[in-house]
T-cell receptor, first 115, second 113 residues
Framework: GQQVMQIPQYQHVQEGEDFTTYCNSS?????IQWYKQRPGGHPVFLIQ?????EVKKQKRLTFQFGEAKKNSSLHITATQTTDVGTYFC???????????????FGKGTKLSVIP | NAGVTQTPKFRVLKTGQSMTLLCAQD?????MYWYRQDPGMGLRLIHY???????AKGEVPDGYNVSRLKKQNFLLGLESAAPSQTSVYFC????????????FGQGTRLTVV
């Protein structure tokens, strides 16, 4: 079945430093989504990428979708304490079979920001 | 606007007991999902539904059953709870399979002793 791998599992950064998490799928994706989960909370949607090579920005966050639509990254510039949480990527396979309904999540990257 | 509501929020079960987790959404979404979240394992799909009356197995379906008798509700059942089912369970819903975000409930923390 489809696998979505995410690295690193944990990242500790000093406030003001940059942060990047990477996501790789074993299969070609129709789209990829990114979610943030605050400690004790539930995942909340951040953004979706659909097109090959797509880049989107949300303030200090930059999201990229690979040319082959099998990998993605999230980069945070100048982290703040409000960025603390776990960031998940989630992808849907491009196939038209029953599996294409599934939204498969990576294991997430837990970000800690040291003030 | 409630969104996705999960009931209960916390539960402690003894091994062998049964229970049902309820997920209700008021957004008229077609698709609903049940995930479990364990430390270091991310979110793993248990079962999902693409419409009323239809369900399908996800990545880790063993030990669970589901039903979608009404469009707005998705029930997750544990017939005979095991300690390995101790986890945080999240329900999610979305409008369609492509290009839309999933909305998550607040989660149910289940402990099986």
């Amino acid at each position: 079945g489809q696998q979505v791998m995410q690295i690193p599992q944990y990242q500790h950064v000093q406030e003001g430093e940059d942060f990047t998490t990477y996501c790789n799928s074993s299969t070609t994706l129709s789209n990829i989504q990114w979610y943030k989960q605050r400690p004790g909370g539930h995942p909340v949607f951040l953004i979706q990428l659909v097109k090959s090579g797509e880049v989107k920005k949300q303030k200090r966050l930059t999201f990229q979708f690979g040319e082959a639509k099998k990998n993605s990254s999230l980069h945070i510039t100048a982290t703040q304490t409000t960025d603390v949480g776990t960031y998940f990527c989630a992808g849907r396979p491009i196939s038209t079979g029953a599996g294409s309904y599934q939204l498969t999540f990576g294991k997430g990257t837990k970000l800690s920001v040291i003030p | 606007n409630a969104g996705v509501t999960q009931t209960p929020k916390f539960r402690v079960l003894k091994t062998g007991q049964s229970m049902t987790l309820l997920c209700a959404q008021d957004m008229n979404h077609e698709y609903m999902y049940w995930y479990r979240q364990d430390p270091g394992m991310g979110l793993r799909l248990i079962h999902y539904s693409v419409g009323e009356g239809t369900t399908a197995k996800g990545e880790v379906p063993d030990g669970y059953n589901v039903s979608r008798l009404k469009k707005q509700n998705f029930l997750l059942g544990l017939e005979s709870a095991a300690p390995s089912q101790t986890s945080v369970y999240f329900c999610a819903s979305s409008t369609s399979k492509f290009y839309t975000e999933a909305f998550f409930g607040q989660g149910t923390r289940l402990t099986v002793v």
